[in-house]
């Protein structure tokens, strides 16, 4: 796995108050019962945390894979 879905893990997972061990880069966000406001809320956290801007058309993003292919593509 990359770099970005080992923190895009970690993330989440202390974000949303889930077993690191449950995650994986094929776990969706509606699995981890991630409403709007809490996508919202972990995107403006990547962005800071990876220095980037995530483009408005995020809110496709199905899998946590789907949101670091997502960061790696605007590094």
Same mark, same amino acid.
């Given at each position: 796995?990359?770099?970005?879905?080992?923190?895009?893990?970690?993330?989440?997972?202390?974000?949303?108050?889930?077993?690191?061990?449950?995650?994986?880069?094929?776990?969706?966000?509606?699995?981890? #019962?991630?409403?709007? =406001?809490?996508?919202?809320?972990?995107?403006? /956290? %990547?962005? +800071?945390?990876? &220095?980037?801007?995530?483009?408005? #058309?995020?809110?496709? =993003?199905?899998?946590?894979?789907?949101?670091? /292919? %997502?960061? +790696?593509?605007? &590094?």
């Amino acid at each position: 796995m990359s770099d970005t879905i080992n923190i895009l893990i970690q993330q989440v997972a202390e974000r949303f108050d889930k077993n690191i061990d449950d995650i994986s880069s094929e776990t969706t966000l509606e699995s981890l #019962e991630v409403d709007s =406001l809490g996508k919202i809320e972990l995107l403006f /956290d %990547l962005e +800071d945390h990876f &220095k980037v801007r995530i483009p408005n #058309e995020a809110y496709k =993003l199905i899998t946590l894979q789907d949101v670091a /292919d %997502l960061i +790696d593509s605007v &590094k």
